[in-house]
């Protein structure tokens, strides 16, 4: 069982999107089922099995969010060193082949925000910078190529 590491903000947006769907959306879903059923012949009921398939989606989501909140650790910024890259770190990279600058803080999965420059340790280039120090050149296989950085900084995310 491999653990699910969060914050504090990202168990507490879970856990409402958990209640959501359980006590808002799936209520209202079983009513879609239970109206479309008296409409008589379930065989040729479309809207009886659109409901029936919605509701199965909303519920393996529950049981999927159920599942990441079992295996959730919370991390807070008091357990991050910044003597190497890791989760909850925010590093600042140099690409060396455009010498451009760039800064990404590594969060979980369900935190990730590309447009915040919020990546996941499980996305090929965070698993890239896992562990990495300043100073230190690192190659990463993406899917256009091999991007190829050197660790300028590592600090504490901020949040």
Request: zero cysteines; glycine letters at 4%; charged letters at 35%.
């Amino acid at each position: 069982m491999e653990f699910v590491y969060l914050t504090k903000d990202g168990l507490d947006r879970l856990k409402e999107e958990l209640n959501a769907l359980k006590y808002k959306k799936r209520p209202a879903i079983s009513q879609k089922v239970a109206t479309a059923r008296e409409h008589g012949d379930l065989k040729e009921n479309a809207e009886y099995h659109a409901a029936r398939e919605e509701l199965s989606m909303v519920e393996t989501k529950i049981q999927s969010i159920q599942d990441r909140i079992a295996r959730a650790r919370i991390i807070s910024e008091n357990d991050i060193q910044t003597d190497h890259v890791a989760i909850l770190t925010t590093v600042t990279v140099e690409d060396q082949k455009t010498k451009k600058k760039y800064e990404y803080s590594l969060v979980s999965e369900d935190e990730a925000d590309y447009r915040q420059n919020k990546i996941s340790i499980s996305s090929p280039v965070g698993k890239g910078l896992l562990g990495k120090k300043v100073d230190e050149l690192t190659e990463i296989p993406v899917p256009a190529g091999l991007l190829k950085y050197k660790i300028l900084s590592i600090k504490v995310n901020e949040t």
